[in-house]
């Protein structure tokens, strides 16, 4: 089955950020960076390797996983990189302590909508990436994450709730 879909990411490479908005059409991405655009096939992919078509032109690269941020290998040169989903790169840049330190301590509302659904609740611990809620907005259901390992202290919302931009959704222990 082929699915369709578009996401927004932020790639940090080497401490710069880079917003990418991918589209998967069939079976092919469509990658959007400053209204550059490049068709994307994955043709071979393992566990450390990827291997891409990409604009018709082939590329591999390399990565070796460490943490919260992986080193990809291409063409001989080594990048730090991490790539998170827009709404969690928007969480670290809004909330946080010193500059540098991700760890959120409140988790706010990225978009006006309805929450659909509240995975946890309040004492449970959370790794990164985890869905913590379902907010609709739009009539398309978006996945919240957890945005770092943590122990959530309040949830402020609750089913079919509606929620503002920016509203306090979740507090999590420091």
């Known amino acids: 089955m082929n699915l369709s879909f578009e996401r927004k990411f932020v790639a940090t490479i080497n401490g710069d950020a880079v917003e990418l908005l991918i589209n998967k059409k069939g079976e ?74 991700s760890r959120a301590k409140q988790l706010l509302s990225p978009m006006p909508g309805l929450i659909v659904d509240v995975f946890f609740k309040a004492g449970d611990a959370v790794k990164k990436g985890e869905q913590l809620l379902i907010l609709e907005a739009m009539k398309m259901e978006n996945i919240i994450k957890a945005p770092n ?7 402020h919302v609750q089913k079919s709730q509606s929620v503002d931009k920016d509203q306090l959704i979740i507090e999590f222990e420091s």
């Open 149 to 155: 390992d943590a122990c959530i202290k309040k949830i």
């Open 28 to 101: 092919r991405f469509i990658t959007t960076n400053n209204n550059n655009c490049q068709t994307v096939e994955v043709l071979k992919m393992t566990a450390n390797h990827c291997l891409l078509r990409i604009d018709n032109r082939v590329k591999a690269f390399y990565f070796e996983a460490g943490g919260e941020s992986n080193t990809v290998t291409f063409n001989n040169k080594n990048a730090s990189s991490q790539i998170d989903d827009h709404f969690i790169y928007a969480q670290k840049l809004k909330i946080g302590g010193d500059e540098g330190d």
